[in-house]
Structure formats: structure tokens, C-alpha cells
């Protein structure tokens, strides 16, 4: 009997510490499905925002084709990456990512 109490206990302990993971997880995840990319038109810049700052990061721009336009590294000014870029009116997906993290975001320029 004692033993079985051990094992319970040690069970329930583990599936308490999974359910802690899982939520800081979730997180985790939530902030990344906030980032917005946009394109600025009045300044010629595609935004990112918002982006933590302490991290660098990898973007890389397609047309609709998915012909790659441009892919470069870069450290973000405050919480958000602005890259200059003058780009003709379609449709463009934007991928976005660090060592943690990838996501993908499809905007329009008119």
C-alpha cells in the first residue's frame, strides 16, 4: 500500500509539472501569433511589429510566385524590424523567424 501512495504521488507530481509546461508553452506561442508584418507605403518599408527586442532574427520576403525578393538578418530598433524596401502592388508572404520561432504572414500592397 505504501508503495502504491509513492507511485500515485509521483504520478500525479509529473502530470502537475506537464501542465506547468504546457501553459508556459501556450505562452510562449500566443505572444509569436501577435506579430503583425505590414507594408508602409508613404515610407517604403515592410513593418514587423511587435518583436522582442533581444533577439536577432531572419526574414525573408516572397511574391505570390514565390520567387524570394529579399532575405537578410536583422536586430530589431525597439519592438519592432522596419526594412526598407520599394515594392510593386501584389501580394507577398513574409517569413519570419529566430532560433525559437518561424511564422508566416501574407500581406497585400495596393
Not at 509569436?32 to 518599408?45: G, M, P, R, T, V
Amino acid at each position: 500500500m505504501k508503495h502504491l501512495i509513492i507511485i500515485l504521488f509521483l504520478f500525479f507530481f509529473r502530470l502537475d509539472l506537464f501542465s506547468q509546461s504546457f501553459d508556459s508553452l501556450k505562452v510562449f506561442h500566443n505572444n509569436y501569433e501577435q506579430i503583425l508584418a505590414f507594408y508602409d507605403k508613404l515610407n517604403s518599408s515592410i513593418i514587423i511589429s511587435p518583436i522582442a527586442e533581444n533577439s536577432k532574427y531572419t526574414v525573408e520576403l516572397f511574391d505570390i510566385t514565390g520567387l524570394s525578393i529579399i532575405k537578410t538578418d536583422v536586430q530589431p530598433l525597439g519592438k519592432r524590424i522596419e526594412i526598407p524596401l520599394l515594392l510593386k502592388q501584389g501580394i507577398y508572404i513574409l517569413v519570419i523567424g529566430n532560433k525559437n520561432f518561424s511564422i508566416t504572414r501574407k500581406f497585400r500592397v495596393n
